[in-house]
């Protein structure tokens, strides 16, 4: 069951920008902190990003400086502002929602701490 639905991946060429968007109005509104994760082909699930409802974020060093995690808390959506694209940004993205202060914490980028999901979107840069 599929509790948040990601949007916003492509395809696009290095240097491009892409902004994922998360929706899941019960799952967000409920949350406390919201991820956003990655996965390459053979690779684990990676945390990317994560915010919590105070406004504090955290970022994946490969990703500082170039990505930006928001949540806009009237209408329940997360955005990942995805800038400077690069090849091995290539992955699918996903949205995940915890009641759980992790942001802040070496928590925020566990996967085990985060109990809703989405599918995921597929984001692929080519060089």
């Known amino acids: 069951q599929v509790q948040l639905v990601e949007s916003g991946g492509g395809s696009v060429q290095s240097g491009g920008s892409l902004r994922l968007s998360c929706a899941g109005s019960?799952?967000?509104?409920?949350?406390?902190?919201m991820g956003w994760f990655r996965q390459a082909p053979g690779k684990e699930r990676e945390g990317v990003a994560a915010?919590?409802?105070?406004?504090?974020?955290n970022y994946a060093d490969s990703v500082k400086g170039r990505f930006t995690i928001s949540l806009d808390n009237a209408k329940n959506m997360v955005y990942l502002q995805m800038n400077s694209l690069k090849p091995e940004d290539t992955a699918i993205y996903y949205c995940?929602?915890?009641?759980?202060?992790?942001?802040?914490?070496?928590?925020?980028?566990?996967?085990?701490?985060?109990?809703?999901w989405g599918q995921g979107t597929q984001v692929t840069v080519s060089s």
């Open positions: 019960r799952y967000i509104y409920s949350s406390y902190s």
């Open positions: 915010i919590g409802r105070d406004g504090n974020t």
């Open positions: 995940a929602s915890s009641p759980r202060r992790l942001v802040g914490t070496i928590l925020w980028s566990d996967r085990t701490e985060y109990n809703y």
